[in-house]
């Protein structure tokens, strides 16, 4: 997982995960989810966030939130 800020405005996520639960080091069907997030804070009160994760394959999952 990696992250990146841009001038304290945006904030841009990323990360690549095998899926198959916390501690554990196989990945048995080689499935792999990779999820995308961004955070932009136009004032610093407000914070507005979008994601995708998708499963490689599989599904894709788009979420939208504000705080």
Known sequence: MGEYV??????????VFNGEGQNVTGNTD???LGVTRLVV???PAI??????ARY????????????
């Open 6 to 15: 841009f001038f304290k405005a945006a904030t841009l996520s990323g990360g």
């Open 30 to 32: 080689s499935t792999v």
């Open 41 to 43: 804070r136009p004032i």
């Open 47 to 52: 914070a507005l966030g979008a994601n995708v």
């Open 56 to 67: 490689f394959g599989d599904s894709t999952r788009y979420g939208f939130d504000a705080n």
